[in-house]
């Protein structure tokens, strides 16, 4: 059975495309990882969610 496409947590609203080379999903995205522990990137992202969800 196919397992449910896990959500991108940077692309808003779409699904993890495995974007970035050698990743198996969002959990070993390199990118997600920069963005998390960026608190300027991090804080932006919060904002997108927020303007997303009016
Ligand atoms: S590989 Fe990373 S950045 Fe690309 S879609 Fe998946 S979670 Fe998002």
Request: hydrophobic fraction near 35%; aromatic fraction near 2%; glycine fraction near 8%.
């Amino acid at each position: 059975m196919a397992r449910p496409v896990p959500q991108c947590p940077i692309r808003l609203g779409e699904p993890c495309s495995l974007c970035e080379p050698g990743v198996t999903g969002p959990e070993d995205c390199g990118l997600v990882w920069l963005v998390m522990n960026d608190p300027d990137l991090r804080a932006r992202l919060a904002e997108l969610r927020r303007e997303q969800r009016l």
